[in-house]
């Protein structure tokens, strides 16, 4: 029988609590009798156990196990999502997907530096542009809200009330929340379904082309959403100063199949406003909790890149942990309010509407 092949120490590397799920798992997909071998593989920031897996006469497989759930981590949700992904040829293929065990198995992905790709950061973002048309054109996913304003609003919410920081201190981004809200035209266009957290840790490239994965936050969204979210992780002005409207035009020719007029430009400007508002009330609620040994805090100053990168190497901060998450949301929202008063942000207020 499979399972008593798959004797126990082939699984050891998991908690034990999960080892008969995952058995039970990869009973349903491989060949009873099949000899395997398990490894960990370094997850992302979802707390999620991610193991490869190597079985005889088969390709390498991934094994995930959700250890966590909340609005977002909703596996009967987002495992939905990622199976029309597959099916899209946008994520790695789908063996398995049991959103009441919460496991997960799918093809592995070879993952090769995303710096060996042939087209160069251009050629990254373009590439991820058409992926991300391909997922706009699948059926529409349920909504986490009935739209990305009151996503936010409530998510913003959840950190004013979270004891984070003093009172008032978040007022300056809750306007700057409200100016964007009240002007970008969201009616102009039905919500698409979207992966909402499309960053470098989440595309995989195997050599030829690129992967989305890691779908916990999927759900319908502004059609710029992803869009917005492509661009800030790889077009950002931080990285490539010289050369990131350039990058972003290119995006959004391969998003649009066409050439952008300046509303969609300026929508754009907005979108990534809020992007970063979505990312910094995503890390902070994560750390809410975690951070109580710290007195709420009186200002919004944050870390900037190099403070936070000699942080990171000194290991006063570590990867994963609340602390980090905590800087980082802090960093988010500091580039939130300085977007604000960036050349053109003013404009792009005015022409988005048109």
Known sequence: MF??????????VLPEGHREPARAALGTVLDAGTAISVRTVV??????????????????????????RDSFRDPHRTYACLRTAADAGIAPAVHLADPAAGIVVMDFVEHQPITDHRGGPEGVVRELGELVRRLHATPAWPPLH????GLLDQMLATIEGGGLFAD????????ELRRIVETY????????????DINPYNVLFDGQRLWLIDWETAF????????????????????????????EDALLR???????????????????????LFYGCLMLSAS???????PPEATLDALTVDEFREAVGSGRLVLGGPELLHEMGKMQLAAFLDGSEAPGFAEALVHAAM
């Open 43 to 68: 997850g992302g920031a979802s707390g999620a156990l991610v193991h490869r897996v190597d079985a005889d006469g088969h390709g390498p497989l991934l094994l995930r196990i959700e250890t966590a």
């Open 220 to 247: 319908s969204n502004d059609p710029l959403a992803d869009v917005a979210c492509v661009a800030n992780n790889f077009a950002d002005p931080s990285m490539f100063p010289d050369t990131w409207r350039t990058m």
């Open 146 to 149: 009935h739209d990305f304003a």
């Open 288 to 294: 809410l909790g975690a951070t109580t040994s710290r």
């Open 168 to 175: 008032r201190v978040l007022d300056p981004v809750r306007l």
């Open 185 to 196: 035209p969201w009616q102009r266009h039905p919500q698409v379904s979207s992966h909402n």
């Open 254 to 276: 391969a998003w649009l199949g066409h050439e952008p007029d300046l509303a969609t430009r300026s929508r754009l400007t907005l979108m990534r406003q809020l992007n970063r």
């Open 3 to 12: 399972e008593e092949q798959l004797a126990h120490h082939r699984l050891e």
